[in-house]
Structures are given as C-alpha cells and as structure tokens.
Nanobody, 115 residues
Framework: QVQLVESGGGLVQPGGSLRLSCAVS????????MAWYRQAPGKQRESVATITRAGSTNYADSVKGRFTISRDNAKNTVWLQMNSLKPEDSAVYYC?????????WGQGTQVAVSA
C-alpha cells in the first residue's frame, strides 16, 4: 500500500523559511512524478511545484524564485524548501505522487505565515 507522509509545516513570520518533507513508502518512488499542492481556506487546491523522475522541475508563478522542490530516490523522499514566505502562502500543503497512472496524496501539513 502506497503511503505519503508529510512533515515540516508550522507557523513562521513573513520572510521566513520552512522545509517540507514527504516520505513515500509502498511504491516505486524512483519512477514517480512528484508534486506539492496547496489549498487555502475557500480556495481550490493548486499545484505549487512538480518534479519528474528525472529531476526536471516546474513551479507556479507565485512561488518561482522562492520555493525549491527536490527529491532523493534513494531515500524515497521529496522536499519543498520555502523561502521568503508571504502571508498568502498560508495553506495546507499536500504531497502528491503519480505512478502507473494512479494518483496518491498525503494527509497534508499546515503552513501559516503570520506576524
């Protein structure tokens, strides 16, 4: 059974940094297309950053230059480094995996950016 477990969320002041982690078990992580999504209250879930199994990355315009997605296939883990955080980055962040044409989601981790 595939499981995605996120960690690293919390409360941070504007301009601060957080690093989210997503540990994947039960699946072939090395061939998975991984992504981070977020959902703020009253808003639709949106893609924040994606990384292919080869390591190619893509970012939402709102986070370009501030967020970095990375992965380690040996550790079955994907990270999201978030710098220069803004209040509008506050949301529940979800780890997403897609392999063998199936989507998997983590339970989410809360990020709050506030003074």
């Amino acid at each position: 059974q595939v499981q995605l477990v996120e960690s690293g969320g919390g409360l941070v002041q504007p301009g601060g940094s957080l690093r989210l982690s997503c540990a994947v078990s039960g699946g072939m992580f090395s061939i998975a297309h991984m992504a981070w999504y977020r959902q703020a209250p009253g808003k639709q879930r949106e893609s924040v950053a994606t990384i292919t199994r080869a390591g190619s990355t893509n970012y939402a315009d709102s986070v370009k230059g501030r967020f970095t997605i990375s992965r380690d296939n040996a550790k079955n883990t994907v990270w999201l480094q978030m710098n220069s955080l803004k209040p509008e980055d506050s949301a529940v962040y979800y780890c997403h995996a897609n392999f063998i044409a199936t989507d998997y989601w983590g339970q989410g981790t809360q990020v709050a950016v506030s003074a």
